[in-house]
Each structure stands twice: as C-alpha cells, then as structure tokens.
C-alpha cells in the first residue's frame, strides 16, 4: 500500500506506469516542504524493490529494509555534515563529489534489488558543477537506475536538469483530509488532529512531526505570546523585540520566516473572525484570544496590517536591511498605541464638535 497521505491523482499515475513498464528515468517531484514528497519517494522504490504481487506491500524484507534506510540499492543523496568544519555544520549545497559518487555506484548493477534508485532531497542545493555533472547522467539512461529529485521550488534548478526529468507537483492537501488521515491511520485523539491539521496547512509530514516532538509545539505557543506582548508594547519595547529578530535573521533565515509565517495566521485568523468566518481559522486553539482581540481592530487595519507582513517577508527574502525592515513592521502593527491614539482622536473630536 502507499503511504503516502492524499496525492491520489501522481500515485495512480506512478501505479499505472509500473504496470505498464513505462516508468520515467527520472522523476522531479515539487511541493512545499513536508507534504510527503520523500514518503512518496520511498514508496516508489520500494513498489520497484518489492518481492509481493501487490507492491509496494510494505512487509517484505525489500519493503522493510527501504523504510529504514538500510536497503544497499536505495541511496538519497542531500545536504551532508561539513566534517571540515569544527562545529559539523550542515553544508550549504550538495557538491559535485557527492554526485560523482553517485554516478559511480549507479554504474554497478543492483545490489539486492531489482532496481538502484537515488533519491536527491533539497535538488534546489545543487552545486552549478553537480548540476551539470548530473545532467550527464540524466541524457544517458540506464536500464535499472531510477533518480527522484525532490525539490520545493523547481524554478531555483537548471532548466535542463528540469527538462530530463518527469515533473510531478504535490500539493498541500485539503486540511480536512490531514485531519483525517491524522485520526484514522495514527489515532490521535480529535481535538489535537483538528489543531495539527491547521497548523499544518496541508502539509501532512509537519503535523506528524509536531505529533511526536511538542518542542514544535511549545515553540509556537512561545512566538504567539511574544507577538501578542509586542502588540500591547510601546514602540521603544518593540525595537527591542526588532534588534532581537534582526539578529535572529543574521543566524538563521528561516527561523525569522517562520516567525513571520506565524504572524500573517494570527492576522487572517483576526480577519476571518471579524468577517465570520470562525470556522476556517488556523489557531482553533486560541479562539477566545481571538475574539476578544479582534473587538479591538476595524477591519481595514487588520487587512492593511496583513499586507504590511506579506511585503516585510518579501523585502527581507530580497536582501534588505533585516533591522530597518523589522522595524518598520513594528511601526505599523496597529496595538495598544494605535487603539490608544484613535481613542484620544475621538475623544478630542467629540470634545470639539
Ligand atoms: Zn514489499
């Protein structure tokens, strides 16, 4: 059986053309992160590996041995650890050397299997030089050798790589159908699957993750009870909160991404609410938060301030000065200081008038 969640439509296809012996050489599967492009990529090795009639049945050894890593024809190939550097820090392209241990093993006929496939996830990294040493490999096809590239954004790949290769998109998938999926394959309890499931947006793998690990959990609780502090702050605390995200940027880009990811949920779950829309928001855990919140915000604002995140994330994925950029962003958060300047407004204007 294939494990992987939802994608019914890029698995019937796969399944027809292993019946049909007409599978690709090469594979290009793109889809945002987590939502099941390595499952899907075992699972198509192993369909290829297995030794039932029903494959991939998920029992043989070759099934088993490829859902631990440990089968010698199955290889994925990725960002390794740098052992040059003293910290072991994750390197940050894949490199011509890994490609061309690849391409050695790929010579030599299966080990154990029936067919070698390579998995290359994050082909996005790919060196300029091991893009084009790959290439070679693509244009000349060899019978029992299959390569799966996973990528979440095939635009950042040569177009000649992409072109060598059958591309199959995997999108998120209904948030309803990850609840499901969460409650009837892995018993979680309703509650916590509705919440996984939102948080998820689609992506099945991330809900697992958070299933297993509350670290990713207690972190988001941690970055809403710091925004929710930033917007009853005054602008000199939330400079602070601004010079403290700027340098978070610097070490890592993506922690600040997500941060600011978390942020536009928050903000549209304000807007679906003030339009009524309660039953669609992300954060089904903070509700009574929400609607309290939300009583003081006019729709404009909310929607203004929404654009204000979106453009932010966009400046600071171009490169501009992560502080000024944060900063500005804080300037705009419409919190305490601007209900309090619209109340004294209209006070004064009715004290006027
Ligand atoms: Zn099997």
């Known amino acids: 059986m294939w494990q992987v969640v939802g994608q019914t439509r890029t698995v019937s296809l796969l399944r027809r053309s292993l019946e049909r012996k007409s ?34 049945c998920g029992e043989c050894v070759a099934c088993q041995k490829i859902a631990s890593a440990t089968h010698a024809d199955v290889q994925v190939i990725g960002l390794t ?42 082909a996005e990294f790919l060196s300029i ?3 084009n040493c790959l290439l070679k490999t693509l244009e000349e096809p060899t019978g029992k050798v299959i390569f799966v590239l996973l990528t979440v954004n095939d635009g950042l790949l040569p177009a000649t790589v992409v072109s060598r290769c059958q591309r199959l998109e995997l999108a998120p998938l209904a948030v309803t159908e990850v609840e499901a999926a969460l409650s009837s394959r892995w018993g979680i309890e309703p509650q916590r699957a ?13 809900a697992l993750s958070a299933a297993s690990d509350d670290s990713l959990l207690s972190q988001r609780a941690e970055k809403i009870d710091r925004l929710l502090e930033a917007i009853d702050s005054d602008y000199e605390e939330r400079f602070v909160y601004a010079t403290q995200l700027a340098a978070q940027f610097i070490q890592n880009r993506g922690v600040v991404q997500e941060t600011l990811d978390l942020w536009l949920d928050w903000w549209r779950d304000l807007m679906l609410i003030k339009i009524g829309c309660d039953d669609i928001i992300t954060n089904v855990d903070r509700l009574a938060t929400l609607v309290e919140m939300v009583k003081g915000y006019r729709l404009a604002q909310i929607r203004a301030f929404i654009n204000s995140i979106q453009a932010a ?4 994925r171009q490169n501009a000065n992560p502080r000024l950029v944060l900063e500005v962003l804080m300037l705009d958060m419409p919190g305490k200081e601007s209900r309090s300047r619209e109340k004294l407004a209209t006070r004064l204007s009715v004290k006027n008038g």
């Open 23 to 56: 599978l690709a050489h090469a594979y290009l599967l793109v889809g945002p992160p987590h939502v099941g492009k390595m499952t899907l990529a075992l699972n198509l090795a192993q369909a290829l590996n297995c030794e039932a009639t029903e494959r991939p």
């Open 81 to 122: 650890k740098d052992d040059n550097s003293g910290e072991a820090k994750l390197r940050t392209e894949i490199g011509i050397d890994q490609i061309r241990q690849m391409q050695h093993s790929a010579s030599l006929p299966p080990f154990e299997g029936k067919y070698k496939i390579f998995i290359i996830e994050g």
């Open 129 to 131: 030089e091991a893009a």
């Open 194 to 206: 509705k919440l996984l499931a939102r948080l998820s947006h689609g992506c099945p793998g991330w």
């Open 313 to 316: 994330g966009e400046q600071l």
